[in-house]
């Protein structure tokens, strides 16, 4: 089996990934980075975010404001020590990007550019139009061009880590063209994998959002924090799942059910007027909106689409000049997916699975449980974002915690000991034997029926709304699914680009993942941010449940649930008060 | 894809199919598949990977045209597979076959490591001589500023304009037109100053004087890029170098950053 | 198959031969290969008034002997193609002139049309100017 030693390896090219690398490639261009991704590192879904990314900017916003407002958003279950570091560096990490060219959209004296976002008190969300995801991935992957100690492997598909003596030692990863196994021997591994919503039926999520460094570490011992709370982004395309940017409310757009009735208002988000308005109505936080959605689904208030059940964004009053100037792609998207064109006609839109607010356990240095492993991004739980995210810090995120996760790791490798080769090289050959089962299997069931199984099972017991036999039977539903899966075969027995053993190995990640998800949800006995119980668990109880909740893993079935503090410094848990009078958002602030 | 109504429509999708171990040349392979109005090109072969013929390999991610994996010939044409949709072919048949001007690895998907080293050799990242402390705060750039460099910068590195550019195809060693526009998209950014450092890769035979504005790259573009336009302005930029007429350049070049 | 060892397969990238017919199969190409053509006949004119230049040179009876040639039958019959080769060559050319020249007004990009419709208003006044050159001197 190939050997190919490096300092760090970093498993995920996305924005995560890209400035770890980058920053360890400033820290120390001595050290050898080998950046390992399953696809080349502009198809990572940072590509796919379109609507902002947060940093205080504004004379009469502060520090202090962005940290209320994440605190709150996250429904207090958000470590604040960790959140009081992100808000405090998520500017200068935003001014770095542009400074290595990322298009921010200005204001007209030259000044980077901020719109009003969902949850956020004053405006902070930088934005590139409505593609900044697309710009920050390409900056970051094109400035990491110019730093010789970063080493691509780019479509190679990382299928285990190696772990032994209590630490990190490498990665296992096979050339996806090849089919090559090889092993990455490394002091140090970065974790930038991504979500997992690809584990629910409809989701905003590409194909490769498949929890795979999640179910990684999960193996390895890393517990994997808080992942209940999973986040439905009020407004996609029904069916497909193309995300429509929360950038549409900022600008002032408004949802209405079949009567054309503003419904958000029965909702505790009204008053209605004046609009567009912080914190109400539309642009409150994003478990809120979803949830309203799915009463007025029971209602029978929603409109009938050829795609399914939808509500209506309505864009036309903000005028052609301005949709096509500050919202181009989604008029391009909405012509192209529903043949709806936004000047004139509102879009259907409905809540889907958008990001995974859990994941693998961190705090501030990105650090895991397993010394020389580090996890940052969406793949995990740093304690920003609690039981709901707010959008426009995960792409924040991404870059204020790829410089720590950079940093630190390439300082932890100055003073670790060497990897053992005999051992990894050992533990690789048990990983080849695995994939070798799988790839090799004559008769077994297929794939997809146990991925759409699961999926439907996701979608029907860890939803918007919850209840305890709901989740359960999910619970169950994913045991026996990991029973059938053992007996997985896939037809294509070739080894150059055979994706369908890819998807195969996927899958399993999926499973894990998903079974951890619906373990700590059926556990957590009260409602919180995005997870919602209609079973008598309809309040917040922060007597027994202001906790982050552990899975572990446990190869003979569901995971350990443990439970640990969450750090809260200076703000107490209160009310989540949206809607009010607010403050009415100057059409000046944003030409 | 959802449960067949009871009048499912069906369609005809040909793939040219290659597995380099087993197969001497590709070979075209017919599947029938359930469609509506909304199926894209894409879900399509999803759906055959899923039910019929879980070998055929092809790549894919966000299924909303911006990673720009899903580029491959669509009844001849370079297209994204995820905005394409079925219904455009019905009652006809859909032949899929890889991106062209490449060479295919499997099935549906092509080399792309020439192309990722155009992309890198052009440099693409801002180039100064100083950089100012980020304490300092954002450069400034004005809407106007950003005009000359924007459309230029949304390029989702589809290649369908590889497959387009019949240069490209008579001639690999041609940068070709992503690559291209992305470096007169650092060109023409008001925060780079690299113009020199980028000519050499210009003004070769195999750089912007490879084309021949045939504009094939920019028809096929899914997202406006207009790589001709970028190509044919840095025909200028390097005629001007090349005769040392850089002075006239400032008509043309932005400001250095303020 | 054989088996899976942490080799892998070799790989074996297959090249889809270019087909000479490239440009006769899209309406596009062939577009581009009749204006790329154009250039023989604007060559070819080219030679012609070289040779008409050369020719009064050597003096009127000489000159009025290329004239007379040119005035044939199968000269005008030339000329009328290459008049319309040059024609479809100033379509093309301005149409992609713009691509060349961005021009701007304030924070708004100036689209093509304007700028293509630009040339031949310039064009039309240019080619007025020596008619009436022609017909003054």
């Not at chain 1, 030259?110 to 009003?116: E, L, Q």
């Not at chain 3, 009876?61 to 080769?85: Q, R």
């Not at chain 3, 021009?103 to 419709?117: A, F, H, N, S, T």
């Amino acid at each position: 089996m190939e050997v190919i030693s490096a300092d760090v390896a970093i498993i995920g090219a996305g924005g995560a990934g890209l400035r770890s690398a980058i920053a360890v490639a400033e820290a120390d261009p001595g050290l050898k980075v080998a950046l390992i991704s399953k696809v080349y590192p502009m198809r990572s879904h940072t590509v796919a975010a379109e609507g902002g990314s947060a940093g205080v900017v504004q004379d009469h916003d502060s520090l202090d404001n962005h940290f209320d407002d994440t605190v709150s958003g996250g429904d207090w279950l958000c470590d604040q020590d960790t959140v009081d570091y992100f808000v405090s560096h998520c500017t200068r990490e935003m001014t770095q990007l542009e400074h290595w060219g990322c298009p921010w959209s200005r204001k007209p004296d030259g000044h980077v550019n901020v719109r009003a976002f969902g949850g956020m008190k004053i405006e902070r969300t930088w934005f590139a139009a409505d593609k900044t995801g697309f710009h920050m991935l390409h900056t970051l992957f094109q400035t990491s061009i110019k730093f010789p100690s970063i080493q691509r492997f780019d479509e190679y598909f990382a299928l285990d880590l190696i772990t032994d003596e209590g630490r990190v030692q490498g990665v296992v990863a096979m050339e996806i063209r090849t089919g090559a196994v090889k092993l990455f021997l490394a002091k140090s591994v970065i974790i930038a994998t991504g979500g997992a919503g690809r584990v629910y039926q409809y989701n905003t999520n590409g194909a490769i959002v498949t929890g795979d460094g999640m179910s990684l570490a999960y193996r390895h011992g890393a517990p994997l924090r808080d992942m209940e709370f999973v986040q439905y982004h009020p407004t996609a395309l029904p069916r497909i799942g193309v995300l429509i940017t929360e950038g549409c409310r900022g600008e002032g757009g408004i949802l209405v059910n079949k009567d054309g009735y503003r419904y958000l208002q029965d909702y505790g988000l009204g008053p209605p007027d004046p609009w567009p308005r912080k914190k109400a109505m539309e642009l409150g936080p994003r478990d809120r909106l979803s949830q309203a959605f799915w009463q007025e689904e029971q209602k029978g208030r929603t409109v009938e689409t050829p795609l399914g059940q939808a509500v209506l964004l309505d864009l036309r009053h903000l005028g052609e000049k301005k949709l096509h100037e500050r919202l181009p792609m989604i008029c391009e998207l909405a012509e192209s997916y529903m043949g709806v064109d936004p000047v004139h006609e509102p879009i259907p839109v409905r809540p889907t699975v958008h990001y995974t607010m859990g994941g693998i356990r961190t705090g501030v240095t990105t650090a895991t449980d397993i010394p020389g492993l580090y996890a940052v991004g969406e793949c995990s739980s740093c304690g920003i974002h609690g039981a709901n995210r707010l959008g426009s810090n995960s792409l924040a995120e991404l870059v204020v915690f790829g410089k720590q996760a950079g940093s630190h790791a390439a300082e932890y490798v100055k003073s670790a000991r060497a990897v053992n080769e005999g051992t990894a090289s050992k533990q690789a050959g048990d990983v080849l034997r695995r994939v070798k089962a799988i790839a090799e299997r004559e008769k077994g069931e297929r794939l997809a029926n146990i991925r759409n199984a699961m999926a439907e099972t996701m979608e029907a017991g860890c939803g918007i709304y919850r209840t305890g036999e709901g989740m359960q039977e999910t619970c169950d539903t994913l045991a026996a699914l990991k029973e059938r899966y053992k007996g997985v075969a896939v037809g294509d027995k070739s080894r150059v680009f055979n994706t369908e053993l890819l998807y195969a190995v996927e899958l399993g990640y999926m499973l894990e993942v998903a079974e951890a998800m619906a373990t700590s949800a059926v556990n957590r006995r009260e409602s919180r941010g995005s997870h919602q119980r209609i079973d008598g668990y309809e309040k917040r109880d922060d007597q027994d449940f202001l906790k982050h909740s552990l899975a572990y893993y446990n190869p003979s079935g569901a995971p350990r649930i443990d439970y640990e503090a969450v750090n809260i410094t200076r703000s107490q848990p209160a009310d989540r008060v949206y809607g009010g009078e607010g403050d009415k958002i100057k059409e000046t602030a944003n030409v | 894809m959802s449960e067949q109504q009871s009048d499912q429509q069906t369609i005809q999708i040909e793939i040219l199919r290659y597995r380099p171990e087993t197969d001497h040349e590709p070979v075209w392979q017919s599947y029938t598949v359930p469609f509506d109005p909304a199926t894209s090109v894409l879900e399509g072969l999803t759906y055959i990977k899923d039910h019929l013929d879980g070998s055929v390999s092809f790549r894919w991610s966000c299924r909303m045209a911006v990673c720009g994996s899903c580029g491959m010939q669509i009844n001849g044409e370079p297209k994204l597979a995820c905005q394409t949709f079925l219904r455009e072919f019905h009652p006809g048949k859909v032949r899929i076959e890889a991106l062209a001007n490449f060479a295919i690895e499997r099935d549906l998907v092509v080399v792309m490591d020439d192309f990722l080293e155009k992309l890198t050799a052009i440099k693409p990242y801002v180039i100064r001589d100083q950089d100012k402390p980020l304490e300092e705060g954002e450069y400034l750039q004005t809407p106007a500023e950003q005009v000359p460099y924007m459309q230029y910068s949304q390029c989702i590195n589809c290649m369908l304009c590889y497959s387009a550019c019949p240069q490209y195809a008579l001639n690999q060693e041609f940068t070709g037109p992503a690559a291209l526009a992305l470096a007169h998209r650092y060109n023409m950014d008001s925060r780079d100053q690299g113009v020199d450092q980028r000519m050499e890769i210009l003004n070769m035979e195999e750089g912007v004087w490879g084309c021949t504005a045939v504009g094939a790259c920019s028809e096929v573009c899914p997202k406006g890029v207009h790589p001709a336009a970028a190509i044919q302005q840095s025909k200028i930029l390097g005629t001007l170098d090349y005769t040392k007429m850089n002075a006239l350049r400032k008509f043309i070049l932005p400001k250095g950053a303020r | 198959m054989s088996e899976f060892t942490a080799n892998g397969a070799t790989r074996k990238p297959y090249r889809r031969p270019i087909k000479r017919s490239w440009w006769v199969e899209k309406a596009f190409f062939t577009k581009y290969m009749v204006r790329e053509l154009t250039s023989v006949f604007v060559g070819l004119y080219s030679l012609i008034l070289l040779l008409g230049l050369y020719r009064l040179t050597q003096g009127p009876l000489a000159f009025g002997a290329w004239l007379i040639g040119i005035s044939s039958f199968p000269s005008v019959v030339l000329h009328l193609m290459i008049l319309g080769a040059a024609l479809f060559h100033t379509i093309t050319w301005f149409n992609i002139a713009p691509q060349a020249m961005p021009l701007q007004i304030g924070d708004r990009k100036v689209p093509e049309r304007p700028i293509v419709i630009g040339h031949w208003v310039a064009a039309a006044v240019l080619s007025l100017l020596v008619l009436v050159l022609f017909i003054v001197l």
